[in-house]
């Protein structure tokens, strides 16, 4: 079957850096995404990454490392609208189109 | 540029009644996916359709659901007999097949389901 494995809660400080790890078990790899969902709210997508390495977008950027299966959403300059649940996704299929398999979620808690 | 639409934001429905939901896909977008949402729980795939056709529908329990994407309209998500296990929130996401790669899928603002 697919895993997808993400810590359920982080806490951080306004202003700070976190990270949020994301490893991953799925047969096939086409893809992997992180949402944003704040509470009640609709998941908004925030990065994709299909090759290894790092892709960048303003104060968040993700990581890919297809070979250990590994995954990490880096959010800086910490604000307080930043609190909401963070959602690892991985498209396992062939095709670029096609479901997403979802972690949990970590919901990060961000302090003044 | 309207985004996903969905209605409605919230239905209660008595054990065994039926439970239409909608989806309307952002404009352009031909492909339309179902996820249901327990609460701590991750989103689970349950269908996903393009135009008067079904694609996948693996996540989707056999009795009692079913979905379309007609050629005029919005999406349905069907549930027939509703039962007390089926109060989640359902998301819809649409995305469009850009030939490059990415495809991401936007999401609705989902209809919360109670079932009384």
């Known amino acids: 079957g697919q895993n997808i494995d993400q810590p359920t809660e982080m806490t951080a400080t306004e202003g700070a850096i976190v990270q949020i790890n994301c490893t991953y078990q799925t047969s096939g790899f086409n893809g992997l995404f992180w949402y944003q969902q704040h509470a009640g709210e609709a998941p908004t997508f925030l990065s994709y990454n299909v090759l290894d390495g790092l892709e960048e977008k303003g104060r968040f950027s993700s990581f890919l490392s297809r070979s250990k299966g590994y995954s990490y959403l880096l959010l800086k300059e910490l604000q307080m609208k930043d609190s909401a649940s963070y959602l690892c996704?991985?498209?396992?299929?062939?095709?670029?189109?096609?479901?997403?398999?979802f972690g949990r979620g970590t919901q990060l808690t961000v302090w003044p | 540029n309207a985004g996903v639409m969905q209605n409605p934001r919230h239905l209660v429905r008595r054990r065994g009644q039926e439970a239409r939901l909608r989806c309307s896909p952002m404009?352009?977008?031909?492909?339309v996916y179902w996820y249901r949402q327990l609460p701590e729980e991750g989103l689970k795939f349950m269908v996903y359709l393009q135009k008067e056709n079904i694609i996948d529908e693996s996540g989707m329990p056999k009795e009692r659901f079913s979905a379309e994407f007609p050629k005029e309209g919005p999406s349905i998500l069907r549930i027939q007999q509703v039962v007390r296990g089926d109060s989640a929130a359902y998301f819809c996401?649409?995305?469009?097949?850009?030939?490059?790669?990415?495809?991401?899928?936007?999401f609705g603002p989902g209809t919360r389901l109670t079932v009384l």
């Open positions: 404009k352009g977008h031909s492909h």
């Open positions: 996704a991985v498209r396992a299929r062939g095709s670029t189109l096609g479901r997403l398999y």
């Open positions: 996401a649409s995305s469009d097949n850009s030939g490059q790669g990415k495809n991401e899928q936007f």
